[in-house]
């Protein structure tokens, strides 16, 4: 089992950046496959990012494709999202999450440990 703790969250304007963390304790860090998604008031929890266990492979939704970049340090057992570009529409609660058998990384149901959520509000 691993705990998921996300950090980084805040209020940052329209064209702005924001660097948000995760970190994780538990079971070996570099064992699960980890993802990023974000909900939105009244709406469903959607993918967002998503990287294997030695990063070498990462996917993206199209919304934040060329403007978010996922990394890990399986070091630090720390994972990271870079957002840049931000727009309105990326405000949402975003929320790590792992999992060691990728059946699915791009759907919520694809992972089984997930963190308690941080805050992000992108102001026009």
């Known amino acids: 089992q691993v705990q998921l703790v996300e950090s980084g969250g805040g209020l940052a304007l329209a064209g702005g950046s924001l660097r948000l963390s995760c970190a994780a304790s538990?079971?070996?860090?570099?064992?699960?496959?980890m993802g990023w998604f974000r909900q939105a008031p009244g709406k469903e929890r959607d993918f967002v990012a998503a990287?294997?266990?030695?990063?070498?492979?990462?996917y993206y939704s199209d919304s934040v494709k060329g403007r978010f970049t996922i990394s890990r340090d399986n070091a630090k057992n720390t994972l990271s999202l870079q957002m840049n570009s931000l727009k309105p529409e990326d405000t949402a609660v975003y929320y790590c999450?792992?999992?060691?058998?990728?059946?699915?990384?791009?759907?919520?149901?694809?992972?089984?440990?997930w963190g308690q959520g941080t805050q992000v509000t992108v102001s026009s």
């Open positions: 999450a792992a999992t060691e058998r990728p059946a699915n990384v791009y759907a919520v149901y694809g992972y089984d440990y």
């Open positions: 538990g079971r070996t860090f570099s064992r699960y496959y």
């Open positions: 990287i294997s266990w030695s990063a070498v492979s990462t």
